[in-house]
């Protein structure tokens, strides 16, 4: 253990254990999945995130070691746990800088929203200097001022490979595109028994998957097109399902954010929604109104520059034939 210790303390992780845990540490080989929660605070002891309390709900992370997870010192200190054991470590910085970009994606899962939601179709450095943290206050002062931070883990349970089916975080990206049918079907199974909370997790897990792939892809370019109009029917029943669970601020959201890449056709489906977001909660009539209000001010704009688009070229052509004909 000494030898251990002095390990990482020679590469900047200093750890103190708060209890001991049970048995021998685990052989750790890739493929190996790790259950734990953890807290992440600041020198002065200024929590940032708790995977206890995140979201409202207590929900320990999951990791399978050797997939590359962008923050790899978590890797490294939990594999010097036993099951049990509760830890206390200590990172330079040289470990933490990436933690705002993984900490906003852990909170956007936390509460339901896309995990890539606020991250630029780039490399892992260029996001780190184009990040926006969608809010979160504590993560911009942390991203203008890289520093050491304190993670306290308490590792949960430790899985072979094998032991375990794979999740679809941890599937290669042939594997994740080839189950997206099955999840689909499957929430579509729980949606019609009236598990729409089940059904949810299920297109949210699909949609995960398929913006995991369109994030390797180039915007615009055909595998990328493909694998959005894959996520746009999933979408639409993720908020389906969010619509009966009262969640309107949540579909209003996602409607809005397709507007601009299918306004014409979901100007049907978005109506249709803030009729019954209406009838459920008079309340929201000005949001309702508001979002309706400016998606046909953009059709009118789209229908106007589509206009200006063919004067333009039939002008041209016009001009163009008395040339010839001259």
């Known amino acids: ?35 734990f929660h953890y807290r992440s ?35 490294r200190v939990v594999s010097t746990m ?10 330079d910085v040289k470990h933490t800088a990436l933690y705002p970009l993984v900490s906003q ?9 896309d995990p890539l939601e606020g991250q630029r179709h780039c490399c892992g450095i260029a996001q780190v200097h184009s990040h926006h943290s969608q809010g979160h206050k504590d993560l911009e002062q942390l991203q203008a001022n890289p520093q050491p931070l304190i993670f306290t883990m308490e590792l949960l349970e430790v899985s072979p ?5 794979l999740e679809t ?13 099955q999840i689909h079907e499957e929430g579509n199974a729980l949606f019609k028994k009236g598990d729409t909370e089940g059904a949810a997790e299920k297109y949210y897990n699909a ?19 493909k694998l959005d109009l894959m996520i746009t029917p999933l979408l639409l029943n993720y908020c389906q399902c969010k619509l009966i669970q009262g969640q309107y601020y949540e579909v209003l959201d996602h409607c809005s954010s397709l507007l601009n890449k299918y306004e014409g056709e ?23 109104a508001r979002e309706i209000r400016a998606m046909e001010e953009r059709l009118r704009e789209k229908d106007k520059e589509e206009k200006g688009r063919y004067k333009k070229l039939f002008t041209s052509s016009g001009s163009s034939a008395a040339a010839t004909t001259s």
């Open 169 to 181: 975080w941890a599937m290669t990206d042939e594997e994740k595109l080839a189950a997206v049918p």
């Open 266 to 288: 979901i100007h049907t489906e978005l109506l249709t929604a803030g009729e019954k977001v209406l009838v459920l909660d008079p309340s929201l009539g000005p949001a309702v």
């Open 161 to 165: 490979p094998g032991s375990f089916p």
């Open 82 to 91: 036993r099951t049990g054991e509760i830890a206390e470590f200590t990172c």
């Open 207 to 225: 949609i995960a998957c398929l913006k995991n792939l369109q994030m390797k892809e180039q915007p615009g370019d055909e595998p990328w097109i």
């Open 105 to 113: 994606s852990l909170r956007n899962i936390s509460v339901g929203k």
């Open 41 to 75: 605070s600041l020198c002065d002891g200024t929590v940032l995130d708790d995977s206890r309390t995140m979201g409202g709900k207590s929900k320990p992370m999951e990791l399978i070691l050797g997939k590359k997870f962008k923050l790899p010192v978590w890797e």
């Open 1 to 35: 253990m000494e030898e251990l210790a002095l390990k990482l303390s020679a590469d900047g992780i200093h750890k103190k254990v708060l209890s001991p845990g049970r048995g021998e540490i685990p052989d750790y080989v890739d493929g190996t999945k790790v259950m």
